[in-house]
């Protein structure tokens, strides 16, 4: 090796400064200085916030399948949406409230997974009476045999798949497959509903809202009684589903055709849930799953049973002398029975020996 005059011969690498480096804030476990006048250890907190499907979908619509299977957790934050329009968070030190503005289409099976014939549809729900009551609209599908109509769903099925397998293949020239193409491109439907949620605010008309002033109080007093066919959380589905049918057309007034067909909407679904045993439309089947005459009826028939338990003491009131006695009392036998079962499934009443009931 040769040696320059003047220099120094080292086996060690020069020594180099040091990067700079960014500081960048992070969250600090606890705040001040420690002994040694350095600062606080800092980590990173391993928590964040995800959004949820109706978050996501603000502004839009959210469908929901097999919403009868989902955790108890999940449909309280539902209730809360549909509510609100907003869901609050407060965990692990983060509050927040997250729009979510959002119509929800949810899908269920009922209770048995079939329809039980001899049950009211209303029994048959498995969902919070409380989250129910915030859909505007219900409606249940039967899967009933139908020959004719059975038919013609494999003939339409049949034919859809293979007009699908020919278009793969290319067998089909320009008309036929713009003959099986969608009435209506994806991309513009989106588009058309973007628009209409963007700049279509509509205002009722005087005749659309004449319609609804004399519509809701003749349906509201045509029992008569004590049995409310309608609450008036109905009048506002009647108002989202009028704008919507104004907002379909591009129109900014409401008019009575858009009133009429939200109706007729209204009414269907009230027809297919919301009727009681006697034929009346009863809003508490949907309010609170059970009709307001079965509360009554069942009120009674706790009330027979705890004055027959007094009167027969030692095993309780005889199954058939509660039975008859409500009958005496102008109920139906078989509504009496189906009531005395639903009792029991619930822990309300209970066989002390075969044929007598105790209240538990």
Known sequence: MTRVPGSRVSSKPPRRS????????????????????????LRRLPYSLQAGALALANKGIACVDEIDKMQQDAVESMHSALEEQTISINKAGINATIPAQTALLAAGNPKEDRFDEHMHMAEQIDL???????????????DRPDEEKDRMIAEHKTTVWQESADLDQGNLDGAEAKSISPEVDHDVLRAFVAYARRNVQPRFSDEAAAQI???????????????????????????????????VRLSDTVEAADVKRAIELIQASLDDVGVNEDGEYDADIIETGVSSSQRSRTKDLKETISELEEEFEEQGAP?????????DRGFEQS????????????GEVYMPAQGYLRSA
């Open 18 to 41: 040091a990067p700079a480096r960014s500081r960048r804030p992070r969250r600090s476990e606890r705040g001040g200085d420690d002994r040694g006048g350095r600062p606080g250890r």
């Open 128 to 142: 919070d009476a409380a989250l129910v009551s915030r859909f505007d609209l219900w409606f249940m599908l039967k």
């Open 213 to 247: 002033h004399d519509y809701y109080p003749d349906i509201r007093g045509m029992t008569g009684g004590d049995t409310v066919p309608l609450t008036h959380r109905k009048l506002e589905a009647i108002r989202r589903m009028a704008e919507a049918s104004a907002k």
């Open 319 to 327: 199954e058939q002398e509660i039975i008859d006695e409500m009958v």
């Open 335 to 346: 509504k009496i029975e189906h009531d005395i079962e639903k009792l029991k499934r619930k």
